[in-house]
């Protein structure tokens, strides 16, 4: 998927997948209600990235900003592996919690929060 401008993806409590790759110049919001958010691909913008519910990561995915906010509102879980490269923005404004013990999280750029290594929580 190719955006080019800022997108905010707002569904009433239905999944949202992303099947390949999305690539944009502008900033993304997805709000899937109670609903999920399933990674299936590399996601890359120059503004900021908003996952406002639960994501779901299956694959080796990586999140990428130019230099803007990467922010989850909500859990991260999954099998697979996550990449969060924000450049000098934060990674992982509120952040509540990353609570599968089979999925990693790598982190490239600012953090403002500190992981408690024992229960994988910021």
Do not use: C
Not at 3 to 30: K, M, P, R, W
Request: proline share 1%.
């Amino acid at each position: 998927m190719q955006l080019t401008i800022s997108e905010t993806l707002t569904t009433a409590n239905s999944d949202v997948t992303f099947g390949s790759t999305v690539n944009g110049t502008g900033s993304l919001t997805v709000d899937s209600g109670t609903a999920t958010t399933n990674l299936g691909g590399n996601v890359t913008t120059a503004g900021t990235q908003t996952y406002k519910s639960a994501v779901q990561v299956t694959n080796s995915d990586t999140l990428t900003t130019k230099n803007s906010d990467v922010t989850f509102a909500s859990t991260v879980n999954g099998t697979g592996s996550l990449t969060v490269d924000s450049g000098s923005g934060d990674n992982l404004p509120g952040w509540k919690r990353y609570n599968d013990g089979n999925a990693i999280l790598q982190e490239r750029g600012a953090t403002d929060g500190q992981r408690n290594t024992d229960d994988n929580q910021w």
